[in-house]
């Protein structure tokens, strides 16, 4: 994909500048909140008793938030290749980008350390100390507001919820960029016909 923003605006009929322009907020949200996955199919797969099949569908879900945050971040997505990079790469490069919150690459880093772990120590088991250093990665007062014991499967959500939420955030904050240049365009056209 050469340009998401140019692509989305293209796939919803907004690419011409009078359209983008008349378009609503609400309308530009909608298109931006699109989620790359389904939410109850993940719900689902985090019932699953072991610990270690919720971090791999966590990890692999991720994976996928990560490479469509990077997706509509870069001019040229496919230049890169980076459907072949680590989890903690690709990271690494929102975090460069300004597209992404340290605060959840650092809890998916720790996320993706212990994925490391489980892969490369045979018979690891998850324990109570791997999810406090997953909470631990939060601000202290993040927890304290839930006001209840969060379980590791519910934790795994939480942070896929939120990594997914900034990636809709960061796509709508580009649509808006782009009415926001396409208004004036406008403004600027109407003023060099004014003045001509």
Same mark, same amino acid.
């Given at each position: 994909? !050469?340009?998401?923003?140019? %692509?989305?605006?293209?796939?919803?009929?907004?690419?011409?500048?009078?359209?983008?322009?008349?378009?609503?907020?609400?309308?530009?949200? !909608?298109?931006?909140?699109?989620?790359? #996955?389904?939410?109850?199919?993940?719900?689902?797969? &985090?019932?699953?008793?072991?610990?270690?099949?919720? /971090?791999?569908?966590?990890?692999? &879900?991720?994976?996928? *938030?990560?490479?469509?945050?990077?997706?509509?971040?870069?001019?040229?997505?496919?230049?890169?290749?980076?459907?072949?990079?680590?989890?903690?790469?690709?990271?690494? &490069?929102?975090?460069?980008?300004?597209?992404? @919150? @340290? =605060?959840?690459?650092?809890?998916?880093?720790?996320?993706?350390?212990?994925?490391? !772990?489980?892969?490369? %120590? $045979?018979? #690891?088991?998850?324990?109570?100390?791997? /999810?406090?250093?997953?909470?631990?990665?939060? @601000? +202290?007062? $993040?927890?304290?507001?839930?006001?209840?014991?969060?379980?590791?499967?519910?934790?795994?959500?939480?942070?896929? #919820? =939120?990594? %997914?939420?900034?990636?809709?955030?960061?796509?709508?904050?580009?649509?808006?960029?782009?009415?926001?240049?396409? +208004?004036?365009? *406008?403004?600027?056209?109407?003023?060099? %016909? !004014?003045?001509?």
């Amino acid at each position: 994909m !050469k340009n998401w923003v140019t %692509e989305t605006l293209r796939a919803n009929d907004l690419s011409e500048k009078a359209k983008l322009v008349s378009a609503s907020d609400k309308a530009i949200k !909608k298109i931006a909140h699109q989620p790359i #996955y389904d939410e109850q199919s993940f719900k689902r797969s &985090l019932r699953h008793k072991s610990k270690l099949t919720q /971090l791999l569908n966590t990890h692999l &879900l991720l994976n996928q *938030v990560a490479s469509a945050f990077l997706i509509q971040n870069l001019e040229n997505s496919a230049a890169l290749k980076f459907e072949r990079w680590g989890l903690e790469k690709k990271l690494d &490069l929102l975090l460069a980008l300004g597209a992404c @919150p @340290p =605060m959840i690459t650092e809890v998916i880093k720790q996320i993706n350390s212990l994925r490391n !772990k489980v892969a490369h %120590e $045979f018979g #690891y088991k998850i324990e109570a100390i791997d /999810l406090k250093r997953i909470h631990e990665k939060f @601000p +202290r007062e $993040f927890w304290n507001e839930l006001n209840q014991e969060v379980s590791f499967s519910e934790t795994m959500f939480i942070v896929t #919820y =939120m990594f %997914e939420e900034d990636r809709r955030q960061n796509a709508e904050d580009l649509l808006q960029k782009q009415k926001a240049f396409a +208004r004036l365009r *406008v403004a600027l056209d109407g003023f060099n %016909e !004014k003045t001509s």
